[in-house]
């Protein structure tokens, strides 16, 4: 069975500085994929970043980059030059099923930049 | 980009009430639909997967006769909670996919917010 762990419940980030949201993975299968989604307190999931399993090199996507180490099954996010726009939960998920794939969720981490 | 749209964004409905939710693909065809419900300060469990034109999968757990989904074309999903009590007070959302493949990401609707008196 997929499982999706994120281990933590609440960060905090100074504006401007980095910082990165862990998230671990568990599969047998040889083809996957994992994707980032930020949810704002309104509620609305919002797409930010993609990796293939089969990828050779990390995905970055403006100030987001994806830390995929396969070995490990992690896939963390790192967000660069942290804005107080990004205080939101972020929710790391894994594709399954293939092309027609259906998403499993972490359990999420709330992240909140100070000023 | 893709977009879904969902409505309503809020119901408050007495118990007993059947609701219907909506969820639309408003600048693709997505012949897949997901609907999923999210419990405050919780994830988001996948409940179903809304087939165009066929009966849509229901996760283990989900009682497809309490929520029944409809899924009558390739820009339409609704999503009915039948004879709702106050345990189906959650966080409803959709979500949808405009290209098959799997690096293609699922797009979400706003959400709605069931609130079961």
């Known amino acids: 069975a997929q499982k999706i762990t994120q281990t933590q419940p609440g960060m905090f980030v100074q504006e401007k500085e980095a910082v990165t949201l862990d998230c671990t993975y568990d599969?047998?299968?040889?083809?996957?994929?994992l994707f980032w989604y930020k949810q704002p307190s309104s509620g609305e999931m919002i797409f930010l970043i993609y990796?293939?399993?089969?990828?050779?090199q990390n995905a970055t996507e403006g100030r987001y980059s994806l830390n995929f180490q396969k070995a490990r099954k992690s896939a963390n996010l790192v967000i660069s030059a942290s804005q107080l726009g990004d205080s939101a939960m972020y929710f790391c998920?894994?594709?399954?099923?293939?092309?027609?794939?259906?998403?499993?969720f972490g359990k999420g981490t709330l992240l909140t930049v100070n000023p | 980009g893709a977009v879904v749209s969902q409505h309503p964004s809020r119901v408050i409905c007495k118990s007993g009430t059947s609701v219907k939710i909506e969820c639309r693909s408003l600048d693709f065809q997505a012949t897949t639909m997901f609907w999923y419900r999210q419990f405050p300060k919780q994830s988001l469990m996948l409940m179903a997967t809304s087939n165009e034109g066929s009966k849509a999968t229901y996760e283990q757990g989900v009682e497809k006769d309490k929520f029944l989904i409809n899924h009558a074309s390739l820009t339409l999903s609704t999503l009915t909670v039948t004879s709702a009590h106050p345990e189906d007070s959650s966080f409803y959302i959709c979500?949808?996919?405009?290209?098959?493949?799997?690096?293609?990401?699922?797009?979400f609707g706003d959400g709605t917010r069931l609130s079961i008196l």
């Open positions: 998920a894994m594709a399954r099923g293939g092309s027609n794939y259906k998403l499993t």
């Open positions: 979500s949808a996919r405009d290209l098959q493949g799997l690096n293609q990401p699922q797009h």
């Open positions: 990796q293939g399993s089969y990828d050779q």
């Open positions: 599969t047998s299968d040889p083809s996957y994929g």
